[in-house]
């Protein structure tokens, strides 16, 4: 993550712990807010991507569009995923919690399989 995407690491164990029902996130509201605009973002270029379609434009100029949306998507999870790892995975693990490190390479292993 960059110096733009700070993650607030200030949060209740209580969003992280596995044992609880509902496990929740642990993102500031700066942080969800700079969430929040990237996957509006997204969204407009999902909506451009379906205007280039039904214009029948260019399919590589529609895959070009295609790929830089799937980038802002993956920006988004680096994002996601630096945040957990920097705060539940390091509290769980410091709990003595090692099952953490399974479901982050299973996270991590749905990433990079696209």
Known sequence: MNNHDPVN?????????PL??????HHSDKTKQ??????????????????????????????????ATQA?????AKVLLEGHMKSCVVERIQEGDYEVVDELLTTIQR???K
Not at 39 to 51: A, D, F, V, Y
Not at 72 to 76: E, R
């Open 9 to 17: 690491l200030n949060h209740s164990n209580e969003h992280c712990d």
């Open 20 to 25: 609880t029902s509902e496990r929740k996130s």
């Open 34 to 67: 700079n969430l929040i605009s990237r996957l509006n973002r997204i969204e407009g270029q999902i909506r451009g991507i379906k205007g280039l379609i039904d214009k029948d434009t260019y399919c590589d100029d529609v895959i070009t569009q295609i790929a």
């Open 72 to 76: 802002a998507l993956n920006s988004v």
């Open 111 to 113: 990433l990079i399989k």
